[in-house]
């Protein structure tokens, strides 16, 4: 909905089923620094065995280096381009279109 907010809070990990496979769009964290490594660290928490997300291309590095550091491999799968519509107020323009890995 547009202009809707939302609010998360740290959850105990074991409260959460164990699974197999995470594939998942995390927010850039462009607007709030840090939340896309959040959701990926989460993930990294819940899976078995494989985790799959799309970042900013930009960002390329920073992922990888953060990945290396928690000891996981991590390789760029895809490069792809995202359109991402204008859907919240501070979205200046009516659509974006942002380069993307999936890692």
């Not at 939340?35 to 819940?46: H, K």
């Amino acid at each position: 909905k547009k202009g809707t907010t939302f609010s998360y809070k740290y959850m105990e990990m074991d409260k959460f089923p164990e699974v197999d496979t995470v594939i998942m769009n995390p927010p850039f964290g462009t607007r709030n620094s840090g939340i896309d490594m959040i959701f990926v660290e989460t993930a990294l928490r819940l899976t078995k065995t494989s985790v799959y997300s799309l970042h900013k291309t930009s960002t390329r590095k920073h992922i990888l280096k953060r990945a290396n550091k928690w000891g996981v491999e991590a390789k760029v799968i895809a490069e792809l381009r995202f359109d991402i519509p204008q859907m919240y107020k501070f979205h200046k323009k009516k659509s974006v279109d942002v380069q993307v890995d999936l890692i």
